[in-house]
């Protein structure tokens, strides 16, 4: 059998960073409570073994329960100013590891706001990210989750910037975009959309003509990899969703070629040892 791995696949550079930030917190700072505030990434083994190794996981909402001085650290969504400060406030010490794409949609709705202009986000109201982005815009603030949203805004004359949670999906954005642009006459639209989810996506369209079947390696609740098996369906005439290599549906072995990728969660060890479960 040939198995053919999509030409991007796997950890996005966020989630890499983020991992890396607490694998070393937990070195250096063993010995003393290490929290993450939410999942650090959305892969139940990655997560398990970073338990394994002292990362105690809390929500954003049991801010309450992170003791103080201890070490906390922040995932790439990123988390609003006020949940900074109440660490800062318990002297905590803080490892950042917003993704820089989030943190500049941070930086932008903070600049914005401050110059008076409405800040229109289009992202989904219970993501982390977006409540992080959220936080820092100072006054007139917007979510838009669908086109629907976007239809029910009134008209407005005022100065306003259009951005979006980084993994929103392109085709809404693009749709959001322009009815917004219809009812905001002084809009300035920046397309946020991180190219991570997209470079999987069109690598992913490729591989499936090239292969008999595609497995799509990653967490059952990672919303990229489930967008990924949609694709997979779509353009193959076998897909399947997997989260290690005892999951392989045992037809695929029966494949001459085999197609893999992974949702930006899928740790490389992982997608290493579904190649070799395949080929062995
Ligand atoms: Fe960052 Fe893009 Fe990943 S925004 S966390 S590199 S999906």
Redesign the pocket.
Known sequence: MEVKRASVLGF????RRAVEYAEKALEDYSGKKVYSLGPLIHNEIVLQNLKNKGLEILSEDELEKVEAKSVVIIR?HGVSPDVTKALEDKDCVIINAT????NANQITVQKASSKGKTIILTGDSNHGEVKGVAGYAQGKFILLENEADALSLPEDDGEAILLSQ??FSPVQFEKISQIVGQKYKNLKINNTI?P??KERQDSLIDLCSRVDGVLVIGGKNSA?TIRLFQTAQKNCPHAAHIQSAEEIPADFFAFERVGITAG?STPDVIIEQVEKALTK
């Open positions: 996005c550079f966020g989630v790439a993704c820089p794409r989030v980084t993994t991180c991570a989810t990229n930006a």
